[in-house]
């Protein structure tokens, strides 16, 4: 598991054998969850004062990744999937 604590007060949690993203508040309620058959956008305004943060997941063969995008600005962070087994 992956967790970020952004700059607006929201968690970010990645499970990469799940291939899921959970966001929560900074006080700790869930904004919502991203998966592959739900990929977003989700958007927070944690931080208040009109600043609306967009998150979106996208997932490649052997990673997840979730884009943040705030103010102009975009980040993101990845994980990479585990191996199928077979």
């Known amino acids: 598991m992956r967790t970020v604590r952004l700059a607006n007060g ?3 949690r990645m499970v ?10 900074p006080y700790g309620g869930v ?6 058959d739900r990929p977003g ?3 927070s305004d944690s931080a208040g004062e009109g600043h609306t943060w967009t998150y ?3 997932q490649a063969i052997s990673t997840v990744t979730v884009i943040v995008q705030h103010d102009g600005t975009t980040q993101s962070f990845s994980v990479i999937k585990p ?3 077979g």
Not at 16 to 25: K, Q, V
């Open 83 to 85: 191996r199928a087994r």
């Open 41 to 43: 956008p989700v958007t």
């Open 56 to 58: 979106t997941m996208d």
């Open 16 to 25: 990469r054998s799940a291939a899921t993203a959970t966001l929560t508040d």
């Open 31 to 36: 904004i919502g969850v991203l998966t592959a």
């Open 10 to 12: 929201d968690t970010l």
